[in-house]
Nanobody, 115 residues
Framework: QVQLVESGGGLVQAGGSLRLSCAAS????????MGWYRQAPGKQRELVAA???????NYADSVKGRFTISRDNAKNTVYLQMNSLKPEDTAVYYC?????????WGQGTQVTVSS
């Protein structure tokens, strides 16, 4: 089992920045990849960014060049640096971890970008 705890959401004006953090605990040695997803009201949950245990990254086209995912293996933490935020980035952001057994999710953190 893996437990994930997110932090760092909040309210920001368009053009501003936020950094989300996701701390993992439990069977972290089994994690293959971690990522951030988001879900806006009335929309499906979508992948924002992901990073593998080897450090390879993947981003949604809508956030490329603005968001950066990184991980600190010593702290078992994954970060999502979000710059040049837009109102359409408003959503609940969820941390995700994958291992051979399945998927694990955090409780979500709200990000609201005002115009």
């Amino acid at each position: 089992q893996v437990q994930l705890v997110e932090s760092g959401g909040g309210l920001v004006q368009a053009g501003g920045s936020l950094r989300l953090s996701c701390a993992a605990s439990g069977s972290i040695f089994s994690i293959n990849a971690m990522g951030w997803y988001r879900q806006a009201p009335g929309k499906q949950r979508e992948l924002v960014a992901a990073i593998t245990s080897g450090g390879s990254t993947n981003y949604a086209d809508s956030v490329k060049g603005r968001f950066t995912i990184s991980r600190d293996n010593a702290k078992n933490t994954v970060y999502l640096q979000m710059n040049s935020l837009k109102p359409e980035d408003t959503a609940v952001y969820y941390c995700n971890a994958e291992d051979l057994v399945g998927d694990y999710w955090g409780q979500g953190t709200q990000v609201t970008v005002s115009s």
